[in-house]
């Protein structure tokens, strides 16, 4: 196991609706990251937060927004669900946020919108 | 453009023998990490290696080695003594200093017959 642990681990959520997921890193990591996996595909990348700041996106809409906490714990919201929001959500963590900097992710949440 | 390419959606190997899953990548940043992922049924990312863009030679970790081609742009994951337990989806990824992106493969699907 990473250390890295996520909540809730299934969530069911109707059209139009708000989430927030939750994300602890591993201990002494001060980057997390989320990514976005549809089925069958590679997991696209969200966002990054480093040290509380957001420090990199990937193609998301603003209704996708993140938190990181002065423990490095960190959130994301969706708000205004769509049914294509369903997936896998993953967060990882790395030490630094430097591109050589190995991410451990955590097990993910399963989001599904009706 | 950054990228990952994974052209094998799906392979098989007998156990005990050694497979080679192929990846390509495309960047023009001289900065970058490559990695293999695992990922079981279960869903979670299990790190397997890394090569940093200015390492002299290929990793190694246990049973994992990187076949890097830094002219070629190729970072092939070789699997040595195939287990059963070896069976899941392995994703190559990147990452890049600018933006902070990291870039996910397809992935491909490895099958360990008995």
């Known amino acids: 196991e990473t250390g890295v642990t996520q909540s809730p681990t299934h969530l069911i959520k109707t059209r139009g609706q708000q989430v927030t997921l939750r994300c602890s890193s591993q201990s002494g990591h001060n980057t997390v990251s989320w990514y976005q996996q549809a089925l069958g595909q590679g997991p696209q990348f969200i966002f990054q937060y480093y040290r509380e700041e957001e420090n990199g996106r990937g193609n998301f809409p603003p209704r996708f927004s993140g938190l990181q906490f002065p423990n490095y714990s960190s959130e994301l919201n969706v708000n205004a669900l769509e049914l294509d929001d369903s997936a896998l959500y993953l967060c990882?963590?790395?030490?630094?946020?430097?591109?050589?900097?190995?991410?451990?992710f955590g097990p993910g949440t399963r989001l599904t919108v009706l | 453009a950054q990228k990952i390419t994974q052209t094998q959606p799906g392979m098989f190997v007998q156990e005990k023998e050694a497979v080679t899953l192929d990846c390509t990548y495309d960047t023009s940043d001289p900065s970058y990490g490559l990695f293999w992922y695992k990922q079981p049924s279960s869903g979670e990312m299990i790190f397997l290696i890394y090569?940093?863009?200015?390492?002299?030679q290929n990793a190694t970790e246990g049973r994992y080695s990187l076949n890097f081609q830094k002219a070629r742009k190729s970072a092939n994951l070789v699997i040595s003594a195939s287990k059963l337990g070896d069976s899941a989806m392995y994703f190559c990824?990147?990452?890049?200093?600018?933006?902070?992106?990291?870039?996910f493969g397809t992935g491909t699907s490895l099958t360990v017959i008995p």
């Open positions: 090569q940093g863009s200015y390492d002299q």
């Open positions: 990882a963590s790395s030490r630094t946020s430097g591109a050589t900097d190995t991410q451990y």
């Open positions: 990824a990147m990452r890049v200093l600018p933006g902070n992106q990291f870039y």
